[in-house]
């Protein structure tokens, strides 16, 4: 298929390509009703950020859609933005912006291929059965042209998946690898199954840390689907409100985008509550994909000892294995995960960049970086809580 029968569009609201066509790109394993493997790219996601108006106008989010299509059938789309900052990506590239900008440039804005406010691996170059290497490449080839046309100083596609940062660098995109901590299921039969895996020290300090918290003088409850009620949206509201306002200044999202979940996206979700005196007092909001569990929000109006593990972390195990879920994604950062069976994991996210001999200096810095990344999971990964024995099998 040569390039002139592809067409390549932006198009600035979800709305105007239409769920069927996003799906059939994002999600097509849901068609026949199962669940997606991944929540964030879905149309329902997306859509509740943009109506929600926690992406667009004032948010230094702006929907630039791409698709790709071939003779009037959409192939492949990718979740573009126009970035007026670097706020909500995960991905840090803050002194990439002021060494560009001291040197006379300007860096803002930039494109960004990614799912808003949201630390999650994916794909991000979303392609119908069939199209995969022709559809990414036209979107690649898309995005890159639309940052020149446009004389943007960059295109990033963060949390995208190993295979799709190979592919890209294939093109001639830069490739970074940072690290998360995720936990992964060894074919669990509950919870005292993994707690088997671990040291004995680490597994006695779960334990009585899962003590600690469960003795706060209440009860802990996981909902999802249509067990979640307009009450807990409420409590959870609050919950977020202060976490957003202690580490991002303000919160990302808006109200409304919590009532749009209720609405479209509550099958998606497992809300972790603690209730003390008929009052709720903290939660975990969690999203559920085909084979992992991603944390993403945690808050609380009450300090109870260990109660964030539980909520956070604990629960988030439970409920996987429960489930038989794969793994579990805690977010970004925090090497206190490490003490919790959660191991760092590769992410990764790739970068284009139009000035030459700025893209030269970033290239020599992210090949220092990997190496840096690969050494730091290594020594992270021999101070796991694992037995010996299982490091060395998983190696």
């Given at each position: 298929?040569?390039?002139?029968?592809?067409?390549?569009?932006?198009?600035?609201?979800?709305?105007?390509?239409?769920?069927?066509?996003?799906?059939?790109?994002?999600?097509?394993?849901?068609?026949?009703?199962?669940?997606?493997?991944?929540?964030?790219?879905?149309?329902?996601?997306?859509?509740?950020?943009?109506?929600?108006?926690?992406?667009?106008?004032?948010?230094?989010?702006?929907?630039?859609?791409?698709?790709?299509?071939?003779?009037?059938?959409?192939?492949?789309?990718?979740?573009?933005?126009?970035?007026?900052?670097?706020?909500?990506?995960?991905?840090?590239?803050?002194?990439?912006?002021?060494?560009?900008?001291?040197?006379?440039?300007?860096?803002?804005?930039?494109?960004?291929?990614?799912?808003?406010?949201?630390?999650?691996?994916?794909?991000?170059?979303?392609?119908?059965?069939?199209?995969?290497?022709?559809?990414?490449?036209?979107?690649?080839?898309?995005?890159?042209?639309?940052?020149?046309?446009?004389?943007?100083?960059?295109?990033?596609?963060?949390?995208?998946?190993?295979?799709?940062?190979?592919?890209?660098?294939?093109?001639?995109?830069?490739?970074?690898?940072?690290?998360?901590?995720?936990?992964?299921?060894?074919?669990?039969?509950?919870?005292?199954?993994?707690?088997?895996?671990?040291?004995?020290?680490?597994?006695?300090?779960?334990?009585?840390?899962?003590?600690?918290?469960?003795?706060?003088?209440?009860?802990?409850?996981?909902?999802?689907?249509?067990?979640?009620?307009?009450?807990?949206?409420?409590?959870?509201?609050?919950?977020?409100?202060?976490?957003?306002?202690?580490?991002?200044?303000?919160?990302?999202?808006?109200?409304?985008?919590?009532?749009?979940?209720?609405?479209?996206?509550?099958?998606?979700?497992?809300?972790?509550?603690?209730?003390?005196?008929?009052?709720?007092?903290?939660?975990?909001?969690?999203?559920?994909?085909?084979?992992?569990?991603?944390?993403?929000?945690?808050?609380?109006?009450?300090?109870?000892?260990?109660?964030?593990?539980?909520?956070?972390?604990?629960?988030?195990?439970?409920?996987?294995?429960?489930?038989?879920?794969?793994?579990?994604?805690?977010?970004?950062?925090?090497?206190?995960?490490?003490?919790?069976?959660?191991?760092?994991?590769?992410t990764w996210s790739v970068h284009w960049l139009r000035d030459e001999g700025f893209a030269n200096a970033v290239g020599e810095y992210?090949?220092?970086?990997?190496?840096?990344?690969?050494?730091?999971?290594?020594?992270?990964?021999?101070?796991?809580?694992?037995?010996?024995?299982?490091?060395?099998?998983?190696?």
């Amino acid at each position: 298929m040569s390039a002139q029968e592809i067409e390549i569009t932006v198009v600035p609201h979800l709305a105007e390509i239409g769920q069927d066509q996003w799906d059939a790109c994002a999600c097509p394993e849901a068609a026949d009703g199962t669940r997606a493997v991944d929540p964030f790219t879905t149309y329902r996601f997306l859509s509740a950020l943009e109506e929600s108006g926690s992406v667009g106008p004032g948010t230094g989010w702006q929907p630039q859609y791409l698709t790709a299509a071939v003779g009037g059938q959409i192939i492949a789309v990718a979740p573009l933005y126009a970035k007026s900052h670097s706020q909500g990506e995960y991905i840090f590239d803050q002194n990439w912006a002021h060494a560009y900008e001291r040197a006379g440039g300007r860096y803002y804005p930039k494109l960004q291929i990614a799912v808003p406010h949201t630390p999650a691996t994916g794909r991000r170059f979303l392609t119908r059965p069939g199209f995969e290497e022709t559809g990414m490449a036209a979107l690649v080839q898309g995005a890159v042209q639309l940052t020149q046309n446009n004389q943007l100083s960059s295109l990033h596609a963060t949390f995208c998946t190993e295979a799709e940062a190979l592919r890209a660098q294939d093109m001639g995109l830069m490739i970074r690898k940072n690290q998360q901590f995720h936990w992964c299921n060894d074919g669990y039969e509950d919870f005292d199954g993994f707690l088997g895996n671990l040291n004995s020290r680490k597994r006695k300090n779960i334990r009585k840390e899962r003590k600690q918290a469960q003795a706060f003088g209440g009860t802990i409850e996981t909902f999802t689907g249509d067990q979640i009620a307009p009450e807990h949206w409420d409590a959870f509201w609050q919950f977020y409100q202060d976490t957003g306002a202690r580490k991002w200044g303000s919160p990302y999202l808006t109200r409304a985008f919590f009532d749009i979940a209720h609405e479209t996206l509550r099958d998606d979700i497992a809300l972790v509550l603690a209730q003390r005196d008929g009052r709720w007092v903290a939660g975990a909001l969690n999203f559920i994909g085909a084979d992992a569990l991603y944390g993403r929000y945690w808050g609380c109006a009450e300090h109870h000892p260990c109660l964030h593990f539980e909520l956070c972390y604990y629960q988030a195990i439970d409920f996987a294995i429960a489930n038989r879920l794969a793994t579990v994604e805690a977010g970004a950062q925090g090497e206190h995960k490490l003490a919790r069976g959660y191991l760092p994991t590769p992410t990764w996210s790739v970068h284009w960049l139009r000035d030459e001999g700025f893209a030269n200096a970033v290239g020599e810095y992210l090949e220092a970086e990997r190496d840096a990344v690969d050494r730091e999971i290594e020594i992270l990964t021999d101070y796991g809580p694992f037995k010996q024995v299982q490091i060395e099998e998983q190696e």
